[in-house]
């Protein structure tokens, strides 16, 4: 089972940019699809985006196409989330999550196994 950390996250201003990092240990990192969620005070988590094992296939919410882009270097054993054009209602914290190949939706939350602890993003307006 892999673990992972996220790092990059902090205060940024409406239309910013930020840059979230998952970093991964374990040999088997290449064949686990990876995902991003966040979860804003008061609210339930929510899918934001991922990305297959493979780094063929990249899948996102609707509200962040566009602004945000999922990519993974299986050689670093990372996965990075760019944030652009960020809006107030992208403030949660985020979370990254890795799985084993599976046919589970992406973003079904229960079908990840390894969870980081999670990493504030503020934006301010």
Not at 27 to 32: A, G, P
Not at 74 to 84: E, F, G, H, I, S
Request: proline content about 1%; hydrophobic content about 35%.
């Amino acid at each position: 089972q892999v673990q992972v950390i996220e790092s990059g996250g902090g205060l940024v201003q409406a239309g910013g940019s930020l840059r979230l990092s998952c970093a991964a240990s374990g040999r088997t990192f290449s064949t686990h699809d990876v995902a991003w969620f966040r979860q804003a005070l008061g609210k339930e988590r929510e899918f934001v985006a991922a990305i297959r094992w493979s780094g063929g296939s990249t899948i996102y919410t609707e509200s962040v196409k566009g602004r945000f882009t999922i990519s993974r270097n299986n050689a670093k054993n990372t996965v990075t989330l760019q944030l652009t054009n960020v809006k107030p209602e992208d403030t949660a914290v985020y979370y990254c999550a890795a799985r084993r190949q599976t046919m589970a939706a992406v973003g079904n939350g229960l079908s990840y196994d390894s969870w980081g602890q999670g990493i504030q993003v503020t934006v301010s307006s």
